[in-house]
């Protein structure tokens, strides 16, 4: 009959199998631990930076447009509509807009908003049964100059466009408070 001796480790050591064990193991959880977290973070920080990208960028409304051809503006105040790029945050739009361009004596060219400053609605340049050189406003009435002076009912000129000149074409940008009268 054979004898089975089975060697007990004396107090304060470990079985050798098990910190062979031990090491493999922890030698997985590392590897395997670094590998995953390398997987799932790349993805993460990846579709975080677009996430938060629209943040980051200031809206994009400062750009020109380009609207009319210089030879197309006289001194009589004409009708251009032309579409803007909106970006704001996620939200994209390319809203219409409407300018009244015109040629000043000085040969300065210069483009008026229609949105009337009394509530809002459209004014239209000289149209026929009112006054001719002004522009007037058919929800109550408004009127203003060539150059957008307020006249009656509105309390402040038409806004107008900063514009920009090149290559023979009017480029319109923001909106921005009358400088003209
Ligand atoms: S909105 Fe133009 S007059 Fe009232």
Redesign the pocket.
Known sequence: MSEHTIQHPTEGQQPKTKMREMSRRQFLNYTLGGTGGFLIGIPLVWNLRFAIDPLLQAKSQSNFVKVAEVSEITSTPTRFKFQVEQVDGWYYSKPEMEAWIAKAPDGTIYALSPK????????SWAPEGHAPNEFY??????RYTIDGKELA??SAPLDEYEVKLQDGFVYLGPIKANTRV
Do not use: E, N, S
């Open positions: 009337c400053k009394h509530l809002g609605c459209v004014v406003c058919p929800c109550h009435g408004a009912v509105a």
